[in-house]
């Protein structure tokens, strides 16, 4: 569905109509066919929901090696860099993208982005994965997906 109609839809059904319904994920990261989850290491679990000493964890880390491509999941919009820390002792991954598409609204954290605006189409390169190790040795590497509205990402998988 081309997204000017998409948007027409949803200015005139905002709260009626859904089209994320179905919808998956294509592959994120160059290695990882299938979204693999992060589970548990020694820095905690990677589901939505998780715990994170007084906080909860409000994404859903899928596995990517330090250094891989990561991919559009399908046709996206780049709406601009996401910044997930703003803290300069992880400055090595603190970076990502905010994306639109598919009716869904989401972030790509630890992604240094080719760039950050214009449209891309589904499995294009998006950007890098930065190095996780560097900051958290031992943890399993990944991209962070998260929804605009901090809801659980989870069935999109």
């Not at 409000?58 to 559009?72: N, P, Q, T």
């Not at 189409?121 to 998006?126: A, P, Y």
Request: charged residues 20%; hydrophobic residues 30%.
């Amino acid at each position: 569905m081309p997204a000017s109609l998409m948007s027409l839809i949803m200015y005139v059904f905002p709260a009626v109509v859904c089209l994320c319904d179905g919808v998956k994920f294509g592959q994120l990261c160059n290695g990882n066919p299938t979204n693999s989850r992060r589970t548990s290491d020694r820095w905690g679990q990677g589901h939505y929901g998780a715990r994170r000493g007084n906080r909860v964890h409000k994404g859903l880390d899928i596995k990517c090696s330090d250094g891989s491509a990561v991919y559009a999941p399908f046709d996206v919009t780049l709406n601009g860099r996401a910044i997930p820390y703003g803290d300069p002792n992880k400055a090595a991954i603190d970076n990502g993208i905010s994306l639109t598409g598919e009716g869904l609204c989401f972030k790509l954290f630890y992604v240094s982005p080719d760039r950050t605006s214009g449209s891309v189409r589904k499995g294009q390169r998006i950007g890098t994965m930065l190095p996780m190790q560097s900051v958290y040795p031992g943890i399993t590497s990944h991209v962070h997906v998260q929804m605009c509205d901090r809801s659980d990402p989870t069935r999109y998988f």
